[in-house]
């Protein structure tokens, strides 16, 4: 699991069909200090997270594939919590 920090958003007008009706969110992964580290990630949510959210990110590929019902869906990373910064 890995923290981020939503960027923005992705739209696509043809999509793999394990992706129809996900929202994706472009992350950028930040390191232990909350500094970016490395290159986003397109990253499928189902918690309604916004621009500027920092969100709790898994790449676990059994919990990803579980979520959209697909075996062979293309994606790796999805939202699993909204951190609180207050």
Known sequence: MLT???IGRATATAKHPSLAGWRLLLVQTLDIKGNA???PELVIDRLGC???DIVLLTSDGAAVRDMVGANNTPIRWATMGVIDRE
């Open 37 to 39: 580290d490395g290159f």
């Open 50 to 52: 916004g621009k500027g």
């Open 4 to 6: 981020g920090q939503v």
